[in-house]
């Protein structure tokens, strides 16, 4: 990788793959502190999506919720599915009870960062997904779609056929 600054010469971003350094906002790259340390993507990889914190998520979480969702994190297959038992999440991140991961997996659905669905009615071990930060657009039918448009364009049109300062239905 060339650089104007032959200072910087053979740097390289730390933690970027190479199409995710053109995006960097730094004026120029940060040194790498470690090199013989420097992380690799292993085979088994899991990520946390840097949105959680520019989206200011990261703000709204106790920290029981940070510990569950981050375990949940780790613990996800490659379609972020897992399905491990409250006792063994308690046992393996024993600084929270059970009643506390009960109450974060509740508050992790609510703010829509994981779906829980129980094996049984009223059972409390099932099964995770960590979800995407990323909301599906809602999809209407066609026919919706045409409704919904007449609806947009007869809204607009009484807004522009009303004298200046009539009410609107």
Known sequence: MKT???????MVPVGLLPWEFWNM???KPLP??????????????????????SEGLL?????????????LVLAADHH????????????????FDRHALWEARKRLAALDLIAYRPWRKEEPDGC????????PQPRF???????????FQHLDDSQLAAPPGAVTP
Request: proline share 9%.
């Open 4 to 10: 104007k600054n032959p200072r910087w010469k053979g």
């Open 25 to 27: 906002p730094l004026k």
């Open 32 to 53: 790498i502190l470690e090199p013989q340390r420097l992380r690799r993507i292993p085979r088994s990889f899991a990520w946390i999506d840097h949105r959680l914190r």
């Open 59 to 71: 703000e709204q979480l106790l920290p029981e919720e940070l510990g569950l969702y981050l375990f």
């Open 80 to 95: 972020r599915l897992s399905c491990w038992r409250l006792d063994r999440i308690e046992r393996a991140i024993p600084c």
């Open 128 to 135: 995770y997904q960590v979800l995407s930060l990323e909301r």
């Open 141 to 151: 039918s066609p026919a919706l779609q045409t409704v919904l448009s007449r609806v």
